[in-house]
């Protein structure tokens, strides 16, 4: 535990990628949140492809924002923070091409590409060395390695005088051993798992192929309509499909943590004082770990959590829906936990978040052949509009001055647009302004959902 200049405690929660919390012991955190005489607990989840010098600097610059905002928060009382430090993987950045701005002639056509992720400018080795220290087991890494090595050796090979079924061998290699590195899929998140239709395909050659149409590796129809170096474009594919595959593992690793460590973490905090409130932020696929927390929380009664603020959520936008206008006709995989939270569930989105509303429903695109516009809508994510069908349900603006009463209320659902802060996507070709939220009324959300908590405590 170390102090801020505050005096406000902060504890650095540190998990590894089984799920399991690897510092500080859990007795000795538990003791030192009561000896603290801690009564609002904060706790933020950090999100993709974030270093550990990365996250400590978030929860540097957000916790002493969160204690600044919450000093005249006449429901709550002593403060404490602690980060989430977890393993999240790396994929190189890449110049990607920005989204047409709102209201151009090419915004908004429905065309399945009309922007460019960069992947191409990668080599295999970049991509290996970039992903490899997100595994633990050797093994693991030297598969990384491996493909790697296979997608450097395919490059050299186009153009060639290869034949196709020693091109079509190389695909399958490497489609093998992405295939080994993809997590089981947990029941009952079938709206989060889209992208696995390209990386469990049968069928790698098309599947490369369309990928790279999808991020722009390839011109559109290129895969069905044989214009161009098939396998050239194949390999740029499945650099694409790694990129997905990362997605896939950060999303499958934030849920385990969640629903293995967390939640458990959480109800046995309850147990030992049941006035501590805690209030769960998590950013990008941080909301994804802080919202599984909740399925590891065995009843409402056990759960200490007071509020829950999800910035720019990179999962699925329908984990906490009810089946009654859901495209998959079931309930969400998180829809019978919403009760944990005995405060709101607020949810931040921006147009400006390229990395959730426009990449992130293109990995998902093979599922059922989806046009761009019908991908959106089944496999967008948090960051791109909030919470869907879910009740009951408001919508917020989030000012830019910071001057907050969005007049929250415990057990509904906030989606908050945050298009007036969470906007600066300079320097940020890919990703736009997925993490820009290092500021104050970004703050000021967070306390304001956490004094808007209807918590109950009873005796110790």
Do not use: C
């Amino acid at each position: 535990m170390t102090q801020q200049a505050t005096n406000a405690p902060v504890w650095d929660l540190e998990f590894d990628e089984k799920g399991r919390l690897t510092a500080p012991a859990e007795g000795d955190f538990l003791d030192q949140v009561i000896a603290a005489g801690v009564d609002d607990l904060f706790m933020f989840s950090h999100g993709w492809g974030t270093s550990e010098s990365n996250a400590r600097g978030l929860y540097q610059e957000m916790f002493p924002m969160i204690q600044d905002a919450a000093t005249d928060a006449a429901d709550l009382g002593r403060v404490g923070f602690a980060g989430i430090y977890w393993p999240s993987l790396w994929f190189p950045p890449t110049q990607a091409t920005p989204p047409p701005a709102a209201g151009a002639t090419q915004a908004g056509s429905g065309a399945l590409v009309d922007l460019n992720a960069g992947t191409t400018a990668l080599s295999g080795r970049e991509i290996a060395e970039s992903l490899q220290p997100g595994f633990a087991d050797p093994a693991q890494q030297q598969k990384v390695r491996d493909i790697g090595r296979l997608i450097d050796q395919g490059e050299a090979a186009v153009g060639s005088n290869e034949s196709d079924a020693a091109k079509q061998e190389r695909l399958r290699q490497i489609h093998q051993l992405l295939k080994s590195l993809v997590p089981p899929a947990p029941d009952g998140e079938f709206e989060d798992s889209g992208e696995t239709a390209l990386l469990l395909t049968a069928d790698p050659k098309t599947g490369y192929q369309a990928a790279a149409e999808a991020f722009g590796s390839a011109p559109p129809g290129s895969a069905t309509q044989g214009i161009g170096d098939w396998f050239s474009q194949a390999i740029n594919g499945a650099k694409d499909a790694v990129r997905v595959l990362s997605y896939t593992i950060m999303k499958a690793r934030a849920g385990d943590i969640g629903r293995g460590a967390l939640g458990p973490l959480l109800e046995a905090l309850h147990g030992r004082s049941s006035s501590v409130r805690v209030h769960l932020i998590g950013h990008s696929f941080g909301a994804r770990l802080v919202s599984f927390a909740l399925s590891g929380i065995r009843a409402p009664a056990n759960s200490p959590v007071a509020s829950l603020l999800l910035l720019q959520g990179a999962f699925s936008h329908w984990s906490f829906s009810h089946a009654k206008d859901n495209p998959f006709g079931s309930a969400g995989a998180l829809n019978a936990f919403a009760d944990r939270v005995h405060g709101p569930l607020v949810a931040t989105f921006s147009v400006h978040d390229w990395a959730v509303g426009v990449w992130y429903p293109k990995a998902s695109f093979l599922a059922r052949q989806d046009s761009q516009a019908e991908a959106v809508g089944r496999w967008g994510g948090m960051g791109a509009d909030g919470y869907q069908a879910v009740n009951p349900s408001e919508d917020r603006m989030m000012p830019p001055d910071g001057n907050t009463n969005y007049g929250f209320a415990p057990g509904t659902f906030y989606r908050v647009n945050a298009v007036g802060v969470i906007n600066n996507v300079k320097g940020e070709s890919f990703s736009g302004a997925h993490s820009d939220i290092r500021k104050r009324p970004v703050a000021a959300l967070a306390v304001d959902a956490a004094a808007a908590h209807a918590f109950s405590s009873r005796p110790n």
